[in-house]
């Protein structure tokens, strides 16, 4: 008899075993947390693995909802955010407050943006997927869609998950532009101030198989310095450091579990970076999170009060 009970309880763990461990795939799966795997790379880095959530959630005041793009100038020392619906841009100081709102005129579903240098700025309209080149100085309180430098990339109209992210490789005179969803890419298109090529694309393979474990693009930033791409996924709540050849560098998770530092951004939708390494994420729908590099192995614990924590 006892020999009958130690047979049943040996072939009984392999199986918890197996459940247990179907049970937390299915965990993982159903939390669209699977990233891309990270190689060993030695070549100039951000190394998103030294970046910290280093204050609460800030709510950007007058602003409701459908924050959508976000840009650092240099030049202002300010960020540019840019809304979706009613389409507007609103500059922010480097803690958020909220120092003027710019309406733009004949603009549709407008989801990224990028500062230029010269008080020059490229928006993309996600539906129409329209590039346009725009001027805002000191004193612009209104931008017209009619007076912008614009080249459509596709004609048609699309659904909801046309352009999310875009940036500018200073170094190649290029915009990257990410494709939300259907199909999940990025593309390369030329300056149309100095190119004549006019809305011709290529498409950036490499890189969209360095991320094929990701569910959608949301943002994206061209680092100057090292010359990698930082890479925004809203569904995998993850940003993705990588090169262009489509290596991966680096991963920052944007949601912890950890004691004294939970939190999870609930929609993350524009990323930028300032010109001494802070990272800044804005949040659907009127949110702005930051990040600062430490570069200690662990950051310092801050206790999140104000943030609504998420089940992980």
């Known amino acids: 008899m006892q020999n009958n009970k130690l047979v049943s309880n040996f072939t009984s763990r392999p199986i918890l075993a197996v459940i247990s461990f179907v049970l937390f795939i299915n965990l993982l799966l159903n939390l669209h947390i699977e990233i891309p795997t990270i190689i060993s790379f030695s070549g100039p880095k951000i190394d998103l693995s030294l970046y910290h959530l280093s204050t609460p959630s800030i709510q950007i005041n007058k602003i409701n909802n459908n924050a959508s793009g976000l840009t650092f100038n240099p030049d202002t020392k300010t960020l540019f955010l840019i809304v979706n619906n009613p389409e507007k841009i609103v500059e922010l100081d ?5 120092l003027r709102q710019i309406t733009l005129k004949g603009f ?5 943006i990028i500062y230029l240098g010269n008080e020059s700025f490229a928006i993309a309209e996600e539906r129409d997927r329209t590039l346009s080149i725009i001027t805002i100085l000191n004193s612009t309180k209104s931008v017209s869609h009619d007076g912008a430098l614009s080249i459509t990339i ?4 699309s659904n909801n ?3 999310e992210g875009l940036t500018y490789d200073f170094h190649k005179k290029e915009f990257y532009i990410a494709n939300e969803k259907r199909p999940r890419k990025i593309i390369a298109i030329p300056d149309p101030r100095i190119s004549t090529m006019d809305s011709n694309f290529k498409n950036m393979n490499e890189m969209d198989k360095g991320l094929n474990k990701l569910n ?6 061209h680092d100057k310095k090292t010359g990698n791409l930082l890479v925004l996924s809203e569904e995998s709540k993850v940003v993705i450091e990588m090169n262009l050849k489509g290596q991966v560098i680096s991963k920052l998770k944007l949601t912890s579990n950890k004691p004294g530092a ?9 990323i930028t970076m300032d010109d001494k390494g802070t990272l800044y994420i804005c949040s659907e729908p009127n949110l702005l999170y930051i990040f600062e590099k430490n570069n200690d192995t662990e950051a310092p614990e801050f206790v999140f009060e104000d943030l609504k924590i998420t089940s992980l």
């Open 94 to 98: 480097l803690r958020g407050n909220v």
């Open 154 to 157: 596709q004609h048609r109209k």
């Open 216 to 221: 959608d693009y949301a943002g994206l930033h």
């Open 262 to 270: 939970k939190f999870i951004i609930p929609q993350p939708e524009g």
């Open 108 to 112: 549709l579903d407008t989801e990224g």
């Open 161 to 163: 998950k046309g352009f």
